[in-house]
């Protein structure tokens, strides 16, 4: 077959390398990619939200499955454009409808759904601006802190936790008067959920799914999760408060029902879904939905499935997943993120990278894997272009052996205002047994 994998990120590099390792892949084409994946597939020029250019490379190249990264192509309707082209109508297809990828492109819809299909959240409000008096009431019945996300799509930044009224109501206010553009129009105000989080992660084909591995992801800039929310600091696979009655509860309280109301609702559905949940003392509740792989945890779960991937994606753009069986390591996988410093506010970009000798290999049998991320080449050097840089993927047995190789493969890495958090794992330590 020949893939094309939309996108330019640590996720996109991830899921070609995966990919790749099939024997079903023939050729295999990223648009518009990055080095890394540069190495691994050809890169084609395009952004994943030009539609004509999508559509030209897709028959240029005789694409016969095109697997999207990102959701901003999803929520703007890339699947319901090759569903109505009779040149591209044929070509399989992994993402959702322009409807389904709605789970990720309005929190309102998505809580409206929970609601209506008996899934676990947390109780919640939504509000506009003309609605200020009701929402600063909403936020009196609540208990601090108090969780605010914007409805629309806000590159993963749209959710604020004040930890008092009134700091809740100005951001609210803030929110409303365009803090995150037209993604803010509406906030919905939740209940706080105290727990632990976790990612779990669902291929689809509407009727029938795979889970896939779960995995932590580390959001806060900081050490010890302070300071400000990024799209993402590092990751671990497996999580180990997820033992199989938890992932029992997840499985029936959420997965099916998720994957029922779906085709309950009507809803074209054959893609990833990654659920964002809380443990709460055992029981598991939606913090969100996303209708793509989470960033960087796809540079963790993607090397620990240990079948083939693209015969998962096949099966499931057919509406034939029944028949598909996942086969995942019992090696687990450690994700470390080196950004730019100044990152997630501003950040200087071009600076040279060098360093580790992982930086142009990632071969199946590597222990260490790197993804390129925020990386391009300038006059045959490859410097930085993006907040996060690099993700530096170990697979071992046990945090602290990986965590024991990976910092001393980053310390290798060299470029200017390198940073990365220095805990990633700290945390699960006390769920290994």
């Given at each position: 077959m020949n893939v094309l994998v939309l996108g330019s990120g640590g996720r996109e590099h991830a899921i070609a390398w995966k990919i790749k390792q099939?024997?079903?892949?023939?050729?295999?084409?990223?648009?518009?990619?990055?080095?890394?994946?540069?190495?691994?597939?050809?890169?084609?020029?395009?952004?994943?939200?030009?539609?004509?250019?999508?559509?030209?490379?897709?028959?240029?190249?005789?694409?016969?499955?095109?697997?999207?990264?990102?959701?901003?192509?999803?929520?703007?309707?890339?699947?319901?454009?090759?569903a109505?082209?009779?040149?591209?109508?044929?070509?399989?297809?992994?993402?959702?409808?322009?409807?389904?990828?709605?789970l990720e492109g309005s929190k309102d819809f998505a809580k409206e759904f929970m609601s209506r299909h008996g899934i676990p959240t947390a109780s919640y409000k939504s509000f506009?601006?003309?609605?200020?008096?009701?929402?600063?009431?909403?936020?009196?019945?609540?208990?601090?802190p108090y969780v605010l996300k914007a409805d629309g799509l806000a590159a993963g930044k749209g959710v604020l936790i004040p930890e008092t009224l009134e700091?809740?109501?100005?951001?609210?206010?803030?929110?409303?008067?365009?803090?995150?553009?037209a993604a803010g129009n509406t906030v919905v105000i939740e209940e706080f959920l105290r727990g632990i989080e976790v990612s779990v992660f669902v291929l689809t084909d509407g009727k029938d799914y795979l889970i896939l591995p779960e995995a932590k992801d580390y959001k806060r800039i900081g050490v010890g999760d302070k300071g400000l929310n990024t799209g993402g600091m590092g990751a671990v696979s497996p999580v180990g408060f997820t033992d199989a009655q938890f992932m029992k509860k997840v499985e029936e309280r959420i997965i099916k029902p998720t994957v029922n109301g779906l085709a309950a609702d009507g809803i074209d559905y054959k893609g990833f879904i990654f659920i964002g949940l809380m443990n709460?003392?055992?029981?598991?509740?939606?913090?969100?939905?996303?209708?793509?792989?989470?960033?960087?945890?796809?540079?963790?779960?993607?090397?620990?499935?240990?079948?083939?991937?693209?015969?998962?994606?096949?099966?499931?753009?057919?509406?034939?997943?029944?028949?598909?069986?996942?086969?995942?390591?019992?090696?687990?996988?450690?994700?470390?993120?080196?950004?730019?410093?100044?990152?997630?506010?501003?950040?200087?970009?071009?600076?040279?990278?060098?360093?580790?000798?992982?930086?142009?290999?990632?071969?199946?049998?590597?222990?260490?894997k790197i993804f390129h991320a925020g990386t391009s080449m300038k006059e045959g050097k490859l410097v930085t272009s993006g907040g996060r840089v690099l993700a530096v993927t170990v697979n071992g047995k046990g945090i602290e052996k990986s965590r024991e190789i990976v910092y001393p493969e980053i310390d290798k890495i060299m470029y200017t205002n390198k940073y990365y958090r220095s805990d990633i794992g700290l945390d699960l330590l006390k769920y290994e047994k």
């Open positions: 099939s024997e079903k892949c023939e050729k295999l084409f990223c648009m518009p990619g990055n080095p890394g994946t540069a190495l691994i597939a050809t890169n084609l020029a395009g952004g994943v939200n030009d539609f004509d250019a999508i559509k030209g490379a897709v028959l240029d190249n005789a694409i016969d499955i095109v697997v999207v990264g990102p959701e901003d192509p999803l929520v703007n309707g890339l699947r319901d454009k090759f109505a082209d009779s040149q591209l109508a044929n070509v399989l297809f992994v993402g959702p409808s322009q409807r389904g990828a709605m506009t601006s003309v609605d200020i008096e009701q929402a600063d009431k909403f936020l009196e019945s609540l208990q601090a700091e809740a109501k100005a951001s609210l206010r803030e929110m409303l008067g365009g803090m995150f553009g709460c003392n055992g029981d598991p509740y939606v913090i969100e939905y996303n209708v793509r792989m989470g960033d960087p945890e796809t540079e963790a779960v993607m090397t620990r499935i240990d079948s083939d991937l693209l015969s998962h994606l096949e099966a499931a753009a057919k509406g034939e997943l029944s028949g598909e069986k996942i086969v995942i390591s019992e090696e687990g996988a450690l994700t470390v993120v080196c950004v730019s410093g100044g990152y997630p506010q501003s950040y200087g970009k071009g600076y040279e990278i060098f360093g580790s000798e992982y930086l142009e290999r990632s071969s199946v049998e590597d222990k260490i």
